[in-house]
């Protein structure tokens, strides 16, 4: 492991020119805030330079990443490939916010889908008269659509993922 600092005025290039095929840079951030970490886990202190840890394998940075979790839960590390920031992170540590799986996404969106028709029904059964379960209808199909969206996203996120893993 090597610490690298991002921003060097001395440096020619960015510190993505340090990088080479097969080194993961990892970054700690702030669970709650996502505000930049040291090395340590500590946070930066002023005119404190930003940096990045950098692994030669991922298993290493892997290993690196749930050791930091578990000694400082209130961290989050993200673990990267050679081109750094460009993509979403390979792996993520520590994240405390929802993150459902894309199953969960299309179950609920079926579910919003679901819960419309009888809405619908009732209203056309009234011929009219209960405009408000249509307009919640109207609603959850919006909703629907928003899930299903999310969830083939995540689909198509982690297909990416595991394609650049391989």
Same mark, same amino acid.
């Not at 340090?18 to 805030?33: H, M, N």
């Not at 050791?67 to 993509?87: M, T």
């Not at 520590?94 to 009732?122: D, I, M, Q």
């Given at each position: 492991? $090597?610490v690298?600092?991002?921003?060097? #005025?001395? %440096?020619? /290039? ?7 095929? /097969? ?6 951030? *702030?669970? &709650?805030? @996502?505000?930049?970490? *040291?090395?340590? /886990?500590? #946070? +930066? %202190? ?7 840890l ?8 892997r ?9 400082r839960?209130?961290? %989050? ?7 750094? +920031?460009? %993509?979403? #992170?390979?792996?993520?540590? /520590? ?9 969960? !996404?299309? !179950?609920?969106?079926a579910? @919003? ?13 009234? $011929?009219g ?15 629907? +659509? $928003?899930? !299903? ?8 996120? $982690?297909?990416?993922?595991? &394609?650049?893993?391989?």
């Amino acid at each position: 492991m $090597r610490v690298l600092q991002l921003y060097d #005025p001395q %440096r020619k /290039g960015t510190w993505l020119d340090q990088l080479s095929p /097969g080194e993961y840079p990892a970054f700690l951030r *702030d669970g &709650k805030t @996502c505000a930049e970490r *040291d090395a340590d /886990g500590n #946070p +930066l %202190r002023r005119n404190q330079a930003s940096v990045c840890l950098v692994f030669s394998s991922l298993q290493e940075a892997r290993q690196f990443g749930e050791q930091k979790i578990r000694e400082r839960p209130d961290l %989050r590390c993200d673990i990267y490939d050679h081109e750094g +920031l460009s %993509r979403p #992170p390979l792996y993520t540590f /520590g994240e405390k916010e929802w993150n459902p799986t894309p199953r969960t !996404l299309l !179950l609920v969106a079926a579910g @919003c889908a679901a819960a419309s028709l009888p809405l619908f029904f009732w209203d056309w059964s009234r $011929r009219g008269e209960v405009v408000l379960a249509s307009v919640i209808g109207i609603n959850l199909v919006a909703a629907a +659509l $928003r899930f !299903l969206f999310w969830g083939l996203g995540t689909l198509d996120s $982690r297909r990416e993922q595991r &394609k650049r893993l391989a």
